[in-house]
């Protein structure tokens, strides 16, 4: 059931990204993580279902590509300590939002010992996750993986949650509403769209009556004259 579960999730993911269009700047980032990992039966033994933790180092493109290594150790099966290495392709989509779906893939190198044996084998691996972009510098990463061991014909899964810890450069920041203004320096984040806006995001107020121009009726009011809810000056003797 687990496995099923496992191989939805990946499916889910994946469909779920071809929607999803992205640029990305490039940086060098680090994914501290922790694991958790269901073997496939090795040599007799059927392993249980364990924790573990990883350290991944990558290189994001300017594009939506980047490459990443990582290696991950899980040994709180008493019985069989495992060790993997792994060289990824990632591709990061950017939706609208600040969720970001990825897809990975990559070979890597895989080491389970237990008392009496230990093994090495190459392994393939295919996975989809998603991330939470906080800030240019910082988001929070979980992803689901297949590891297939070429040499012994196991396939085994890992899910990862952690942190993205960019450095070197800057993740493209997420502007909601599309004025140009990223959200983060954005103090009026919600704008119409096509609304003309200054550095801080808000709408422009040409002739500074208090009422922003795409909702001024009356867009050329004089200076310090007194305004209804449209714009227009207000006729205070009814005339």
């Not at 993911?13 to 090795?42: K, M, R």
């Not at 990883?54 to 300017?62: A, I, K, M």
């Not at 008392?115 to 090495?120: F, G, P, Q, S």
């Not at 929070?140 to 040499?151: H, K, P, S």
Request: hydrophobic content about 35%; charged content about 20%; aromatic content about 10%.
């Amino acid at each position: 059931m687990k496995r099923k579960i496992f191989a939805s999730a990946l499916i889910i993911i994946a469909c779920s990204s071809s929607h999803a269009e992205s640029t990305q700047q490039s940086g060098v980032y680090l994914y501290p993580h922790l694991s958790f990992n269901i073997s496939d039966d090795w040599y007799g033994l059927s392993p249980d279902d364990s924790f573990g933790w990883g350290l991944g180092l990558g290189y994001q493109f300017e594009n939506n590509w980047a490459a990443e290594f990582s290696y991950d150790s899980n040994d709180t099966d008493p019985r069989v300590e495992t060790e993997i290495l792994e060289l990824n392709s990632v591709y990061r989509f950017t939706s609208d939002s600040n969720w970001q779906p990825i897809l990975l893939a990559g070979i890597g190198h895989t080491k389970q010992k237990t008392n009496t044996i230990t093994a090495d084998g190459t392994a393939a691996n295919l996975g989809g996750g998603i991330e939470y972009i906080f800030s240019d510098l910082i988001s929070l990463r979980a992803d689901v993986r297949g590891l297939y061991e070429i040499d012994d014909s196991q396939l085994d899964y890992m899910a990862t949650v952690g942190f993205n810890l960019m450095f070197g450069g800057n993740r493209k920041s997420v502007d909601l509403d599309h004025d140009g203004v990223s959200d983060s320096q954005d103090n009026c984040p919600n704008t119409p769209m096509g609304t003309p806006v200054d550095a801080t995001g808000c709408a422009l107020d040409t002739d500074k009556d208090g009422v922003v121009d795409y909702k001024d009726q009356c867009a050329n009011t004089p200076a310090g004259a007194k305004v209804d809810t449209a714009g227009c000056a207000l006729d205070t003797d009814n005339d």
